[in-house]
């Protein structure tokens, strides 16, 4: 497995994973990106080979770019599936995201498509001269140990106390290239797998358990802006307490950073759901796509949506 050392790298920007059965929520994520930071660079990474339609229309719409090593991509995913066992991640591809530490990108923030943003990530990326990996969130004081690690981590003193408060949300996080080898990346996840009773899968998680391990293991300088950032607000879309103003939600008197909808339903009737269709049709009428929102065609009619779509 091999990157070209001679591709160009770009300063700093944002990476995504997704497929066209996400379309719809990544078009939210770049309209909501796009307000804040027009010009910062985007890269997609293709969750599996169905993406194509989800590319065109955010390349088209939001200037978003194709991670431009799909070969190296498909050697990575290769890899994760000879170091893991066949049963031990849910959706092994959800470990693509940690290409993003190969990519052109010096320093980057990657997104989970299941947020809208309130404001310039760009702000979010000025943290990285500090430190070697942020994130922005409360796991650690509301869901602790869960949907990372077992009791058996504390029982072996994997990590300490003070470490294990680093634990995280892998929806939305930040780093920057060069900081971690292939190779050392592939012997700590070598480790995970050889430990499956260090983790808490319970929930059906599938990156976030093994990413935190290998995050902890490998990144001495971490640093959470909700510890650093004086009254930072909430961000988890479970909550029912945030107010909206001018399709901005707000924690008290805070603009929330970012609504992260992790685990909770984005359905018709589900939370904030008013404030999530105005950014998916912001400046983008295509219809919705996804089985749960979208009206059941026939056939004839799911053609002459693909022929619009191509037309348009």
């Not at 504390?154 to 470490?163: C, H, K, M, N, R």
Request: hydrophobic content about 40%; proline content about 5%.
């Amino acid at each position: 497995m091999n990157i070209n050392e001679e591709s160009p790298s770009l300063n700093r920007g944002v990476y995504i994973v997704a497929n066209d059965r996400v379309a719809d929520n990544a078009i939210a994520l770049l309209s909501s990106l796009r307000i804040h930071d027009p010009d910062l660079p985007v890269f997609m990474i293709p969750f599996d080979g169905e993406y194509h339609y989800v590319a065109d229309v955010l390349k088209r719409y939001y200037q978003v770019e194709l991670f431009p090593d799909l070969d190296f991509l498909e050697a990575f995913t290769e890899k994760i599936g000879e170091i893991f066992p066949r049963d031990f991640l849910k959706l092994p591809n959800k470990m693509r995201k940690l290409s993003a530490w190969f990519g052109p990108l010096q320093d980057f923030l990657y997104i989970d498509t299941d947020i809208i943003l309130f404001r310039p990530v760009s702000e979010v990326l000025d943290f990285l001269r500090e430190t070697d990996f942020l994130t922005c969130d409360f796991h650690h004081k509301g869901r602790g140990l869960n949907d990372v690690f077992s009791t058996k981590i504390l029982d072996l003193g994997i990590f300490s106390d003070q470490e294990l408060k680093d634990v995280f949300n892998s929806g939305f996080w930040g780093s920057r290239k060069g900081l971690i080898s292939l190779d050392e990346m592939s012997s700590l996840l070598a480790e995970c797998a050889k430990h499956r009773e260090y983790f808490d899968f319970s929930s059906g998680t599938t990156d976030q358990p093994v990413m935190n391990y290998l995050v902890l293991k490998s990144m001495r300088r971490r640093l959470n802006l909700t510890r650093k950032v004086e009254n930072e607000p909430g961000s988890w879309g479970g909550s029912s307490h945030f107010t909206e103003r001018k399709n901005i939600l707000f924690d008290g008197d805070r603009s929330l950073r970012y609504l992260h909808w992790a685990g909770t339903p984005m359905r018709v009737g589900g939370p904030y759901r008013k404030l999530w269709e105005y950014y998916r049709f912001r400046n983008c009428s295509l219809p919705l796509t996804t089985e749960t929102d979208a009206p059941k065609l026939g056939f004839v009619q799911k053609i002459r949506r693909q022929i619009k779509n191509l037309v348009s």
